[in-house]
């Protein structure tokens, strides 16, 4: 099996970690999918691994050239949509970093473009399949805290110095689809609603020259059955911190509460006193789940539909703070 | 100097608290605020510090015979206002339990009343004066995070069986403006930006026979100067917690993260890598500080202004979730 790296600007690393135990597979080919991507990170670490990619100028010749039956798309966030198109139209099956469009307009032609095709698609949610997140979703689905009522998720990074790409909205996208999106996949993962509004708001102030970038941003979310999320999305996090990101996320539920901070859960609810830590199943790997369906072995955890529909709700959250209005599904 | 208590549905220990070392304060009178109210309670415990306090079955009988210098009020809280106009009216200084007022109107009418006395009004927004929260505050106004960028607040209580008045809108007021009322108070006082927008939600739904009572609660804000807050507020605390309740609070700025959690405050900023615990300053009596202001020594941290200025706030996310709509200032 064929793989191909388009672009070095996102999380291409979760598919190397997954190809690393995988005999079968061979990194075939590598390009940049925007304009000026320094793709010698992708090739250093392919070949750390063994493998002697094609290196292209041009994505379009490499599909042409190569025929990968795989594409990992992670070029300026601005041109997924365009890239997966292309990958999707000629069957290539496509591993794509988030959010997967950035306008509307985009959204919709891909996911025609999905539906005439035979191929699978993700997005690269792959906090999903870390040991915590993990542990805490198979938690709240065993019914640890009964029925969800209020949700509240935290994602806050270290800003240190972005490359340039970040600064303008047509090859950044945002930070609520950029950062936010991952908060936004959880509400909806964990609690299995449909959104049905939102409020938001963002701000580039105090960005330390990072052009559009918002800097801080904040998102309230109405689901069916009237629950409630919140999406708190920072770049603040100072460079002294101990990590490089803040996840958190807080499952407020009608038999107990459960919390996911610094990489660990707790949960307190009606079956023991006090706070509990619960231990952590093993983390995963992403690529490896979307590796199984594209070789018809099961399903991803992550299908076309949730990488389509939480990309949908990051859009609409972005509008709701552009235009100060609340975006009704 | 004389204190009167009217009712007994809220705090009325902060006073009892205040009063207990306070050898020229004599609590001359109680008696019930609202129609039910069961005073033993606040007469045990004035008995136990020492007084006598003359039990009356109507306040207002009870303010023309004592003719106290001050009242805490604390009865239903829909008629805090009615009582606090009252109070004031006569000239009597009134330490009231939050929300100040439950409807607009009785707001205004309130404000309106309290211009044209001398006496002094101040909420009971006791958590400004615990040690974490007092620290806390410290620490931000001395600059340990730059400027405010984005904060969130969160109140979550145990349910437990609350008194009948709780079950109604029209004598509990609401949850945003009972238990969110601190967490505004927080985004408040910590940043002293302005409110600009407000957008909510809440639901009753869960809440085991509690009538109109509200479980969960959700408000954005946009502050002056592009700051937002976020204020998650639950009854969906488990009994087997730890305490009662689990405030928290989130300060994001330009040079770092301060944290209220479990009675702690945590700081990361630019100084000291890692996450620093701060020591606490002692905890200080809201009472004794608004006695402060009663004998003209000094100013009570929490103004009038403050007390109008919060309730006012919370009248409007509470509206902004009754209509499902941003309400701006």
Same mark, same amino acid.
């Given at each position: 099996m064929k793989v191909a790296f388009i672009? *070095? *600007?996102?999380?291409?690393n979760y598919a190397m970690e997954g190809i $690393?135990?995988? $005999?079968?597979?061979? %990194?075939a080919g590598i390009a940049p999918? *925007? +304009?000026? &991507?320094?793709?010698s990170a992708v090739y250093r670490a392919a070949c750390a691994l063994g493998h002697a990619p094609r290196v292209f100028d041009d994505y379009m010749s490499m599909l042409d050239e190569? +025929?990968?039956? @795989?594409a990992v798309i992670n070029c300026f966030f601005g041109h997924h949509a365009k890239v997966a198109m292309q990958v999707l139209k000629q069957g290539i099956h496509a591993f794509v &970093? !988030?959010?997967?469009?950035?306008?509307f307009e985009e959204l919709e032609e891909l996911k025609e473009v999905y539906s005439q095709s035979k191929a699978h698609l993700a997005a690269?949610?792959? @906090? =999903?399949?870390?040991a915590h997140f993990m542990t805490a979703w198979k938690m709240v689905k065993s019914?640890?805290?009964?029925? %969800? =009522?209020l949700m509240n998720a935290q994602k806050s990074y270290k800003l240190g110095r972005r490359s340039e790409?970040? !600064?303008s909205r047509s090859t950044y996208g945002g930070t609520i689809p950029w950062v936010g999106s991952h908060a936004i996949d959880w509400l909806y993962w964990f609690s299995g609603e449909k959104f049905e509004s939102v409020f938001a708001s963002h701000s580039a102030r105090?960005? =330390?020259?990072?052009? &559009?970038? &918002?800097?801080s941003a904040l998102c309230h979310f109405v689901l069916s059955n009237q629950v409630f999320g919140s999406g708190s999305i920072d770049?603040? =996090?100072?460079?002294?911190?101990?990590?490089h990101d803040d996840d958190r996320l807080r499952i407020a539920g009608t038999r107990g509460i459960l919390e996911v901070r610094g990489s660990k859960v707790y949960l307190i609810n009606d079956e023991i006193d006090g706070i509990r830590e619960i231990p952590l199943l093993p983390e995963q790997n992403i690529f490896v789940d979307f590796l199984k369906q594209v070789r018809e072995q099961g399903k991803c955890l992550i299908s076309a539909h949730d990488s389509f529909y939480v990309t949908e709700v990051c859009l609409k959250a972005r509008q709701s703070a552009d235009e100060k209005r609340i975006i009704w599904f």
């Open positions: 672009g *070095s *600007s996102g999380h291409y $690393r135990e995988d $005999r079968n597979i061979s %990194i999918g *925007s +304009e000026g &991507e320094d793709m190569v +025929e990968p039956d @795989i &970093e !988030k959010p997967v469009a950035t306008t690269m949610f792959g @906090i =999903r399949y870390t019914g640890a805290v009964g029925q %969800i =009522r790409f970040f !600064k105090c960005n =330390r020259d990072h052009g &559009e970038l &918002e800097v770049y603040l =996090r100072p460079k002294e911190a101990p990590s």
